[in-house]
DNA sequence: ATAAAATAAGTTACTGATAACACAGTATAA
DNA sequence: TTATACTGTGTTATCAGTAACTTATTTTAT
């Protein structure tokens, strides 16, 4: 005869009574309480073993007001990263994870929701300045909350690559192989990524005092869109002026799009346009030509992005927010070359 | 002077006091029971708004054993899939919606600490038979369960595409330009949909009279390893046998690497092979030449087994399983044509 | 007019964990 | 030997809701 009702999981007061014990007791084993006997423990553990005792998350949450879990944040659900890049180091930690998406309208529901969840801390993927970093604070409710991508405010952490850099390597290689007219394909200059990309274009032709443009900035948003963004900005420009012997993208899936734009027009990579594109995507080495381009360690961003969460979580009153920049990598493959 | 003690969040019993009535009236209120009169529960409205009450989720699971949450689950991160496909008709009815990800290991305590978070309902995105059903059904703890993706066991509810009709669909458009020797690259067969694609293209050939292969079989697992396996599938079969004039590959983006490869070879698409691929990826349509695949309304699949899911959350005891099998359409583009 | 039924509340108990405190028993030090 | 500190364990309160039951007031039916 059980000891518990059917249907019902044991609690703490079942494995208690069936142990011999208090169930404080009970509670100071599951939570590694160091004063407890050792038999004490040990035949504690073992009737929770054989009742197939689980903690109630519920009850837990309502005490301790936390869930063991981690929640990452994605705006704009920029899922070409892999969802495991993120899962993996946040279980490695012990907590759970979850994920969400959500848009600009709806991220201040989703911090009210992952506040709900009690969550122990946020991994925010937002490439857009949805919201001034103040409020977004505000927002969160007090939950630890690391930023990846760029923000401003030094009361934030976040974890972003030196853009300026990354394109300044793209564009000053596509200049050392002898291109003078550099053409630029652009998504919206809402995302902070596409903007700082798009300013550093700019920076570094006129410090090389080149001119800059012609320039296509986009509407895209979606990320599976950005292929046609590519596409339909190469059109545009092929309309406006033929002179340019080089492309700068965004990224490289707008850069495919630009690719079969140049092919629609009998236009060949690199023999009459060298292309350079943003953040070694998969596709990028399969395109034909592989396509040069700009590395981004991702994984690394994440790993460190999750290091100072964890710092944070564990000591919410003496953690310093960090900013970090990181380094990109220029991948040279066979979309560029010296103009004809 | 504030009803309740400062930084703490305001609780039922707080808005009861507020507007003078008891704390469970004012839980009546927030579950919409009809018996309260208009008034009242207009006031208590009134001050919950006023003093920016919000509902504790832990209390509430703790006595409802549920949270108003969906969760889907994802078994080898196949995030080509957009999540807000199935985030948004999660979120239309009111529920919220996590995401996790896993490996066939760790399914079974993915769907432990799912039923820790008292989730209302499952949705299983598992490509790969990890586990019998029954066992599945086990598992997952008496929670409302839908399986994207086909299963065997009619307890279980699942929503496939007719992978037999699709792959008919893709062998027949060859047949019908001319094609005799068609070659199939695929991947790892432990994916259900990969192996009812290679069996369709067999029992295809077969009905036509024609002899199967010369056939590829990869390993791949991650997503992200598609194109190298359409690479590496392709440098394999042209080293075995140049006799194939076209190609029918698993999915586009082993498409795309089976592309590249050809290329390296010098082979043209679709002068010396035509290819077609499956899934309809954005990709598809950028592809030099763009490549005729086979398209999958995932949106809809995504609906339906949404629909089918509240279904069952709203009556679990009359809810009878569905097993729904959905067809795919051929979208013919220029990598296929009559065979030189 | 009176009983029965329906409405609109309030009271109390309960969910399953943790926290704070009390208390007895043991070890150590003065 | 007594005072003190340190152990391990039990008791009780608390978290913020919901469920079940009770009560007082209306409304309706006979």
């Avoid at 009574?17 to 004063?35: C, F, I, M, W």
């Avoid at 937002?126 to 030094?154: E, F, N």
């Avoid at 986009?218 to 092929?238: F, I, V």
């Avoid at 969460?309 to 066979?334: C, G, S």
Wanted: proline residues 5%; aromatic residues 8%; hydrophobic residues 40%.
């Amino acid at each position: 005869m059980p000891t518990h009702p059917q249907n019902r999981r044991p609690t703490i007061r079942d494995v208690a009574r069936e142990a011999g014990v208090s169930h404080q007791t009970v509670s100071r084993v599951l939570n590694d309480y160091p004063k407890v006997a050792p038999e004490t423990r040990a035949r504690v553990l073992q009737v929770m073993e054989a009742m197939g005792y689980e903690r109630n998350l519920a009850a837990q949450m309502l005490t301790t007001q936390r869930s063991r879990t981690i929640q990452i944040v994605t705006l704009d659900a920029e899922f070409h990263l892999d969802i495991t890049q993120f899962t993996q180091p946040v279980k490695q930690a012990g907590y759970s994870a979850v994920v969400t998406d959500c848009t600009a309208e709806s991220l201040a529901k989703t911090l009210d929701e992952a506040a709900a969840r009690m969550v122990d801390g946020i991994m925010l993927y937002a490439p857009r300045s949805c919201m001034p970093d103040d409020k977004l604070i505000a927002l969160s409710h007090g939950i630890p909350l690391v930023r990846r991508d760029y923000a401003i405010d030094s009361r934030l952490t976040w974890i972003g690559f030196d853009q300026q850099h990354a394109t300044h390597l793209a564009v000053r290689h596509l200049i050392d192989l002898g291109h003078r007219r550099i053409a630029h394909i652009t998504g919206s200059l809402e995302f902070i990524n596409t903007r700082l990309r798009h300013d550093g274009y700019v920076k570094t032709m006129g410090e090389h005092d080149l001119e800059s443009g012609p320039v296509y900035v986009g509407t895209y948003g979606a990320q599976r869109r950005d292929m046609k963004n590519g596409y339909d900005g190469m059109c545009e420009l092929l309309k406006r002026d033929r002179e340019f012997t080089a492309l700068l993208v965004v990224n490289d899936r707008n850069a495919m799009g630009a690719m079969r734009a140049l092919a629609d027009h009998g236009l060949r990579v690199p023999d009459d346009v060298s292309i350079v594109g943003f953040d070694d995507n998969p596709i990028a080495s399969y395109l034909v030509p592989p396509l040069t381009t700009v590395y981004f360690d991702f994984d690394f961003q994440a790993q460190l992005g999750f290091q100072y969460l964890f710092e944070q979580i564990r000591n919410p009153e003496t953690y310093k927010h960090h900013q970090h920049v990181l380094i990109a990598d220029l991948v040279v493959r066979q979309s560029t070359r010296a103009p004809a």
